[in-house]
């Protein structure tokens, strides 16, 4: 394994499937977006 290994496939893991997100703070991303008047984008 050299330096970077880790973060690249980091990277080309969440470019195909998104970053992960808790039930907590996937809320709290909604609420801001209320509380702005912002789109919530990220699902239903």
Excluded at 2 to 8: I, P
Excluded at 34 to 41: C, E, K, N, T
């Amino acid at each position: 394994m050299a330096a970077g290994d880790t973060d690249y496939k980091a990277f080309e893991e969440r470019s195909k499937s998104g970053i992960p997100l808790t039930p907590a703070l996937y809320e709290e991303v909604r609420e801001v977006c209320r509380l702005s008047g912002a789109q919530f984008i990220l699902g239903n």
